[in-house]
């Protein structure tokens, strides 16, 4: 069993909210989801004052180019590996989320035990 881990998660969807929910914690670990886009110095104040091992930076409800551009002043904000979610995948996107800092993206649908392995594999 991995330690208890805190999860920040961007994301305005509440149909996939509940799904990440229950998976991440269900894990043992916490998750907490704001939508950036209805207050993005909230999030990031919450991304810097939260202790988060993971972010998870998705377009599940939001531009992805928006989310993608949160990448660079959440590792200034803290200790957080960030990770992309995101349901476009070209190939573009994922090197720029890998080139700003992320730590890995991942296409969704993702099986729902790979949505806990990516926030565990990130934190290490």
């Known amino acids: 069993m991995t330690k208890p881990l805190r999860v920040l998660m961007a994301s305005s969807d509440e149909l996939a909210e509940g799904l990440f929910r229950q998976t991440i914690e269900g894990g043992g670990h916490r998750l907490t989801i704001l939508n950036p886009w209805k207050g993005e110095q909230a999030f990031l104040d919450e991304a810097r004052m939260g202790g988060y091992d993971v972010v998870i930076v998705t377009n599940l409800g939001l531009p992805l180019d928006?989310?993608?551009?949160?990448?660079?002043?959440?590792?200034?904000?803290?200790?957080?590996?960030?990770?992309?979610?995101?349901a476009v995948a070209y190939q573009e996107d994922i090197d720029r989320a890998i080139r700003e800092g992320a730590v890995a993206f991942y296409q969704v649908p993702i099986p729902v035990d790979k949505i806990r392995e990516a926030v565990e594999k990130a934190a290490r």
């Open 66 to 86: 928006y989310s993608m551009g949160l990448i660079a002043s959440l590792l200034q904000a803290g200790n957080s590996k960030v990770i992309v979610m995101s």
